[in-house]
């Protein structure tokens, strides 16, 4: 059973950083890509980053590029994301996921507040 739970949200001002971090446990982790995704109120999930299984290879969603930065650690199965240069429109609960079992597993998420 894929368990995902995310910590490392709070409140920030513009301009801060969080580093959010994923412990996964309830599969190999180290032979499944990883993302993270964000919802606000009232629109949909999109996902902003992801990284491949042995971390080789990133991508990111353009409107966080080179201010987010995806990462992990297959020796302790966690995952992480660092935000750097955080704007308000960055506010939104942040979720870390995995396709093990055909479709999307994501954790509960953790909320990420960007504001003065």
């Known amino acids: 059973q894929v368990q995902l739970v995310e910590s490392g949200g709070g409140l920030v001002q513009p301009g801060g950083s969080l580093r959010l971090s994923c412990a996964a446990s309830?599969?190999?982790?180290?032979?499944?890509?990883m993302s993270w995704s964000r919802q606000a109120p009232g629109k949909e999930r999109e996902v902003v980053a992801a990284?491949?299984?042995?971390?080789?290879?990133?991508s990111y969603f353009d409107s966080v590029k080179g201010r987010f930065t995806i990462s992990r650690d297959n020796h302790n199965n966690t995952v992480y994301l660092q935000m750097d240069s955080l704007k308000p429109e960055d506010t939104a609960v942040y979720s870390c996921?995995?396709?093990?079992?055909?479709?999307?597993?994501w954790g509960q998420g953790t909320q990420v507040t960007v504001s003065s």
């Open positions: 996921g995995t396709v093990v079992t055909g479709t999307a597993d």
């Open positions: 309830g599969f190999t982790f180290s032979r499944y890509a």
């Open positions: 990284i491949s299984s042995s971390g080789g290879t990133t």
